[in-house]
Structure formats: structure tokens, C-alpha cells
């Protein structure tokens, strides 16, 4: 059996039916709230179980827990607050109260019902000193917290449609991924986050945790880039190429997630942990300065974090950094490689970006040629 | 008493499991909060996800139309 769902239940709250009718009867009278793509992307990851078992955005209890103890109030182990932001003017001008049910749009187009439960203000230098371990506004984390609304709406939500995808064929729901891994009949599963091309210091950690696990699957976040980043369809297409020519047949699966990132380094590490779990995920492959940016973490905190959450309900695989030792010929990482610094090259991922942009392939001990001519094959690779 | 069988558990575990049902209320006695728990270790995956047989051969077509089985 795969894990069960974070909290013992898979959250799914999507519209239908006769209660869909109702809302669209009455769409037009209720107020509206535009909510950029972030927070339409939170609202159908929250619908369709992602969170589980988060029914919707966080109420102040337990946004306050979740920030001070990386709980939710009843214990459950939580580290990212999951909010909807609102300017006090909108709330003023709607007139919002407990009880109130909301339109959430995204591009005018309607997205989810939100049944108001909660609204509360937010110290938000706080909230980037407990998420983001500083306030410093350099931090993307905490650009992003500065410069959203006032006040939070917590309560409940219904999806009545996701926001456009242009990865849909690629996206597979919890619901999906757990019908899927009991179909194949696999019991352990371990879950790759990745925001990157495939090299092969990636295929080592991945090799190494399919060594104890029945399947894997490797689990790419869609989204927002920054500039220079790899296009979506571009790592898609370079983890295809390197699972056909380089995995056994049937012990990979290859899905998108569509999820914000927070670069909350260790917190966002546990985060990405909990949500595979609601995939089904058993284990959960916790990469070096996971979910890091600049120097704001050590490169091991990810690891240490997961001590204080015995019940989190996955195991995370620490495998160390892989790279090629030219003494052992191979990819190696330090626990098992007795070569000294000089025998070793680390794959850059800077160099890799250097070469696939100049339309050379890397060498082979960096990257499979077949993924690297997927790469350089698409006209305009990176963002 | 219906189709039932003994189990052993400490008496310690015992005492602690009492006290919560007293402080919490929710279950009966001793045996029904163990059953509901073992319950929960243990319960059929579709519960927890609680689909029905129609709903789990909707999401296979969608999974054999991508090409996933």
C-alpha cells in the first residue's frame, strides 16, 4: 500500500453537480476577488487534494501555528502557510464577513468558492522571519510576502475550474497518481522534485533510491521561472529522452506538478515531502540545499529539519551530490568515493547551461547525449 | 458481543488509552478506540481516498488515454 494521504484523507472538493448548478445560478451576486496565478494554482492544489489535508485556505489559528511550531492546530505536522491575501480596501468595499461565500477569479475567470471562516491581518516581516529565516527582501520568498495584501481570508474552498494549463496532458492529480501506482502494483514509491534538466548526477540519486523502492516518479515543478531557467516543455522533454534509453521499462513515471515555489529552503523541503505523501509517494528524495536560493541556508539544513518531524508519515532518502571521480570512472558521491578533490568534477549546472546554449552537447560523463539533443533540439530552451 | 477476538496490550498502554477516552471522549472503551485505530493503520487504500469503482475506471481511461498504463 502507498501512504496514505497526510491527515488519514485525500481532500477532494471540486464542484458538481447539482451543487455547481446552484453556484453558477448565483455566481453573479456574490463578490468577486481577481487572484493573481499563484493563488488560483494554491486554489486547485488545495480542490484536488495536493494539500491534503488542508480544505482550503489557512484560518489564523492555524496560519499562527503552522508559523511558530510547523504544525497545524491539531498537531499535524505543516510548514507552509497556504494563505489568500486580499487589500483592505477590497474587504472594506465588499463588506466580507464570517459565513460569506466568495468568488475567486483569475483573468475574470471564475476558479473556486471560498466560504469566508476567517479574516485576520498578517505581520508579514514575521511571517519572512519564521518561513524564509530572514526578513531580507532580496530574498524572492520574501519580495514576493512584502508585496502581497494586507489581510487574509481563511475558509474553506470549492474548484469550479483550475486556471489554464498548458501542461495538462503532463499533470496527474493525487487521485491519479494513487489509481496509477496500484495499477503497476507498487508499494513503495520514491518522488523526485525537480525544477532542472536531467544530468547524471541526477540519474545517480534517482538510480540509487529506485534501488530500494518498486517505482519512482519524478515529479518536475511547473511554473513560474526566472530568467535563464529551462522551459517546462523542455524538461519534460529531456526526461523522456533519459527515461527511454536509460530506465528499466515501468518503474518511472513522468508528471508535472503545478505548485508555487517558496525557496524556504528546510520548511519548503518538509513541505514538498507532505505533498509527494499525498500523491502516494512512500519516500521522498531530499536533495542538498533543497529548495534553497543564494546562501540564505546551509547546504545540510534540509536534511537536519526532517529529525523534528518523526511523524511526517514519508521517509526521506538524503543521497549526497553526486559526481564523476576519474579514479573509480564513474558517478560517485563522497560517502562512497576515497578519492581525494583532484580526481573529482562536479557537473555545473551553470557549464551546462553555458554548453546546451551554444548548442553543444556535454560530455558524456555530464550528461546522456540523448538528453542533451532533446535540449539542443528545441528551438529556444530557455526562458 | 458479535464475531470478537482477545488481544493483548500493555497494562500501562491500556491505562493511557482509558484516560484519553475520558478526556476525549469519542469511543465507547478501550476496544473501540483500538479497532478504530487499527483501522486506520490498515484500511483499504480506496477508503482513504474514498472513490467510488465508477470514479477509480474514469481516472484509469484518463491514465490509459496519456499512456500511463
Given at each position: 500500500m502507498v501512504s496514505r494521504p497526510h491527515g488519514g484523507r485525500l481532500v477532494r472538493r471540486v464542484l458538481s453537480g447539482r451543487r455547481r448548478e446552484i453556484f453558477e445560478s448565483q455566481y453573479r451576486e456574490m463578490p468577486r476577488l481577481e487572484v493573481p496565478l499563484e493563488r488560483a494554482i494554491d486554489a486547485e492544489d488545495l480542490a484536488r487534494g495536493?494539500?491534503?489535508?488542508?480544505?482550503?485556505f489557512m484560518v489564523e489559528d492555524d496560519y499562527l501555528s503552522v508559523l511558530s511550531r510547523?504544525?497545524?492546530?491539531?498537531?499535524l505536522p505543516w510548514t507552509i502557510p497556504i494563505v489568500l491575501d486580499a487589500n483592505r480596501e477590497w474587504v472594506l468595499n465588499e463588506g466580507v464577513s464570517a459565513g460569506d461565500d466568495i468568488i475567486l477569479t483569475y483573468h475574470g475567470l471564475p476558479i473556486a468558492v471560498l466560504t469566508l471562516e476567517d479574516i485576520y491581518s498578517w505581520d508579514k516581516g514575521l511571517h519572512a522571519e519564521k518561513v524564509f529565516k530572514t526578513r531580507d527582501p532580496n530574498h524572492p520568498g520574501v519580495e514576493a510576502t512584502y508585496k502581497r495584501g494586507d489581510i487574509l481570508l481563511g475558509g474553506r474552498l470549492e474548484l469550479i475550474q483550475g486556471p489554464p494549463n498548458p501542461l495538462e496532458r503532463y499533470t496527474l492529480w493525487p487521485v491519479e497518481t494513487r489509481v496509477l501506482f496500484k495499477e503497476k502494483g507498487w508499494r513503495t514509491v520514491a518522488a523526485f522534485q525537480t525544477r532542472n534538466v536531467p544530468h547524471l548526477g541526477h540519474e545517480y540519486v534517482q538510480k540509487a533510491a529506485l534501488t530500494f523502492v518498486d517505482g519512482l516518479l519524478v515529479h518536475p515543478l511547473a511554473g513560474w521561472k526566472k530568467r535563464g531557467d529551462y522551459r517546462d516543455e523542455v524538461i519534460i522533454r529531456a526526461y523522456e529522452a533519459l527515461i527511454t534509453h536509460y530506465y528499466p521499462r515501468g518503474v518511472v513515471v513522468l508528471s508535472v506538478l503545478r505548485m508555487n515555489m517558496n525557496y524556504a529552503g528546510p520548511r519548503e523541503a518538509v513541505h514538498h515531502a507532505i505533498v509527494r505523501k499525498n500523491f502516494g509517494a512512500t519516500h521522498f528524495i531530499v536533495g542538498r540545499?533543497?529548495?534553497?536560493?543564494?546562501?540564505?541556508?546551509?547546504?545540510y539544513e534540509a536534511w537536519e529539519?526532517?529529525?523534528?518531524?518523526?511523524?511526517?508519515?514519508i521517509t526521506p532518502l538524503f543521497v549526497r551530490e553526486a559526481y564523476y571521480c576519474r579514479r573509480c570512472g564513474g558517478m560517485v558521491n563522497e560517502k562512497v568515493c576515497p578519492h581525494g578533490d583532484e580526481y573529482r568534477v562536479r557537473i555545473s549546472g551553470t557549464r551546462l547551461r553555458e554548453m546546451l546554449g551554444r548548442g553543444e552537447r556535454p560530455p558524456e560523463y555530464m550528461m546522456r547525449p540523448e538528453v542533451a539533443d532533446a535540449i539542443i533540439s528545441h528551438p529556444d530552451p530557455f526562458i | 458481543m458479535g464475531d470478537k477476538v482477545a488481544i493483548e496490550i500493555s497494562r500501562e498502554l491500556y491505562e493511557k488509552a482509558r484516560k484519553f477516552i475520558e478526556e476525549n471522549g469519542g469511543f465507547k472503551d478501550v476496544s473501540e478506540l483500538v479497532e478504530f485505530l487499527l483501522n486506520e493503520a490498515i484500511s483499504d487504500e480506496s477508503e482513504s481516498v474514498g472513490m467510488t469503482p465508477e470514479e477509480e475506471e474514469k481516472v484509469k481511461e484518463r491514465l490509459r488515454s496519456l499512456g500511463y498504463i
Open positions: 495536493v494539500f491534503s489535508p488542508l480544505e482550503g510547523m504544525r497545524l492546530s491539531n498537531d540545499d533543497h529548495a534553497g536560493v543564494g546562501s540564505y541556508y546551509g547546504p529539519i526532517f529529525r523534528e518531524f518523526p511523524d511526517l508519515g | -
